[in-house]
């Protein structure tokens, strides 16, 4: 199965960055991502089409928050690393001002 494209770590822009994270689904899956481990689908527990997770979670990939990674019919995500060293700090603030309110 092919993979999906990523933006290398030096294509990842802040304003793009923030942008994706403007949204209240994509943050709810940027919170569920930030244990550090790799998810499928099913952990994002929306309430959403299939084609709309599917716009949601592109959105992520193409901004260069989330890492994609195809095995058979799974879709395996996780946060990416290289996004702290690009912009430290921007996504634990996010989180952290996600979690307080």
């Known amino acids: 199965m092919r993979q999906p494209r990523h933006p290398g770590t030096e294509e990842i822009e802040l304003a793009n960055v923030l942008s994706a994270l403007g949204d209240p689904v994509r943050l ?3 919170e569920v991502l930030a244990d ?3 998810h499928t689908r099913d ?3 929306v309430a959403l089409a ?3 997770l599917s ?6 990939r193409e901004a260069g ?9 799974r879709c395996y995500v ?5 996004v702290d060293e690009r912009y430290p ?3 634990g603030s996010v989180l952290a001002a996600v979690r307080r309110s």
């Open 28 to 30: 709810h899956i940027v």
């Open 89 to 91: 700090g921007v996504l």
């Open 65 to 73: 928050v989330t890492r994609h990674r195809n095995e058979g019919t």
């Open 43 to 45: 952990d994002f527990e």
């Open 50 to 52: 299939q084609s709309t």
């Open 78 to 82: 996780r946060l990416r690393a290289d």
């Open 55 to 60: 716009h949601h979670m592109k959105t992520l």
């Open 36 to 38: 550090g481990a790799e």
